[in-house]
């Protein structure tokens, strides 16, 4: 379990809450071990005559004196007990409050060590977290090779996207938790008590003890064996159920279009296909659950037969007293039902050693380029941007999204880009703020390489309004202010006006800080829409990107809030890709795309006389198209 135990290793950050959870899980142990000791002159006492502590002290002496051992001090002796039933009652007080001192020290142990274990899951979570962000946009929503080069799209083997990134965050994390909480709190509480009710038997009887102990390596390879089978079925039951979980997800963000297409079956056989499959991973992990912990018990039944044979003998010869093998005895049933759970737990640990692996393929996933230290700040554009020969194709994609774009944008123009569905448009504009980076060709911001340069610093410079909005739970003002939070309320209120959204916003209880539920889900396409480019005025960018920003918005509010863009674009570069032809032709320049190629460059009549793909364009897919064409359609030039 190498991905485990390096985890694992993370809690010795916290080494001294361990070593004082150790301590008392050694002073657990050992209570045990004192408590059994305790007990053994009442166990004496059961077995032969009714003696008094001193009486049985004297005689322990005695015995020591010949053969030259340890004996008990005569000033500890003359204060004991010399009747039975004062000796008992003496005895068991003892061992009461040394179980009262073991108790005590197995909650330190148990508080101590969950601390460590959720201090150390909380940072593996945000450590894993803070990569996800991190990564390339492509590996984090198509998944890529973990572990490998990911500046660059790429077909890999495994996914980290949706789903499956927030399963490997909770589900994944939590089982790491329950393998670390078996590893430094259940595990060692039992094997503290093992341990102490080993000394025991040890001190009774060393070689008996000693033969048990020899004989028990063969629980132990039955243990690693099933361990090892349940890991493999959980790792795969764990990836098997991130999809369960993206299905679900899916099924219930788009309830209405499931019910809309009378779906609803379909997406329940999905579902219960992959709940299909975590169920199989699950039953072979069931399975070697099952059996581990029979065949243990059965080993242990038959190493205590060996035990009773052995002892029989040595009692028949005289080397071993009937009370000492009792003793003896008593010591490794205690050990032995004190370490039998390590079955269990380390089951447990195999568990999550999958866990484990999955969470360490997502930490050790390579960051989005750009974020290096000693990158070159990129100054705020002033002159140009250039895209030069620029090619970047999807995985698993025949053709290349983007094939071998070359165009020059001057700052403070407003360029549109248009073309048929999948010809590249949002691509094109991921690359000007580096959500892609393109497999050949080069992108330039007044002359910068933008691979050269700071990403954070490129960004800073960017506005952007996409085609789906992305409003986060809190309050207008929280997602108005989320790419500039040290905004004031006056400057929030300034981009409100502009983006025409005050008209909505200060009809909300509590106006600017009424609180927006997850996804925006309480206010309209419309609304959402105009807080996104709320945002975008607010960050003051150098260039704005408008990727159908308007989409979602009525004719009437597109006019008024063009206006505002229009006021808000001057000194600044502005991108548009648009599915309205008034939001087209308002642009300095309109860039056609097709198949991932600029098929054309011009205004609206320059291209409406001269370029085919565009006047198809304008008739059937940008909105108002009809009325756009600005001739009659029946005539021949725009047939």
Known sequence: MPAFWRLARLMLDFKGRIALALLCATLSGGGLAAGLLSASPIIDGLL??????????DVANAKAAESGGWQYPQWVVVRLPEDAWTSVVMLVSLVALLAIFAGLAQ??????????????????RRQAFRALLFMPLLAAQQGVGLGEDTSKPAAGKASVGGSDAVSRLIADADQLAYGFEALVSKAVTQVTKGLGALAFAFIINWWLSLLAIVIA???????????RRIKRASKAAMGHRSQLLSIATEA?????????????????HRFSLANRRVYHQMLKARTARALSKPFVEVLTVFILVVLVLVAFWAIEQGKLETGDFIKVLAGLALAGAALKPLTGLLNDMQTSAGAAERLEEL???????????????????????????????????SMPAVNGVSLTITHGERVAIVGPNGSGKTTLLGMLYRLYDPQEGTVRI?????????????????????????LFEGTVRDNV??????????????????????????????????HIAERGTTLSGGQRQRLAIARAILRNPAILILDE?????????????????????????????????????RADRIVVLGAGKVVDIGTHEQLLARCDLYRDLARTQLLGGDEGMGTDRSSPQHS
Not at 366 to 394: A, K, N, S
Not at 550 to 575: Q, Y
């Open 107 to 124: 909650f330190g142990h148990s508080f101590l060590s969950l601390t460590v274990v959720h201090r150390t899951v909380m940072r593996v």
């Open 549 to 585: 920003a308007t989409s979602m918005i009525d004719a009437a509010s597109e006019a008024r809030i063009n206006e505002a863009l229009d006021e808000f674009g001057k000194g600044r570069t502005t991108v548009v890709v648009a599915h309205r032809l008034s939001t087209v032709r």
């Open 446 to 470: 007044d002359g910068f390489d933008l691979s050269k340069v700071s990403v954070r610093s490129l960004r800073k410079q960017v506005g952007l309004v996409s085609q789906e909005t992305v």
């Open 252 to 268: 219930a963000q788009a309830l209405r279009v499931v019910k809309a297409y009378t779906a609803e079956r379909r997406e329940a």
């Open 217 to 227: 390596p063969a629980v132990w390879g039955v243990i690693r064996y099933f361990g």
């Open 363 to 397: 930490l050790h996933a390579h960051p989005e380029p750009g974020h290096e230290p000693g990158l070159e700040r990129l100054p705020r554009h002033r002159r140009t941007i250039e895209f030069i020969d620029v090619v970047l194709r999807y995985p698993g994609a």
């Open 48 to 57: 032969g005559e009714h003696k008094g502590l001193r009486e049985l002290a």
């Open 481 to 514: 202010a989320y790419g500039r939070p040290s905004a004031t309320d006056a400057q929030v209120l300034d981009a409100l006006e502009s983006a025409r959204a005050m008209e909505f916003v200060e009809r909300l209880p509590g106006g600017i800080h009424a």
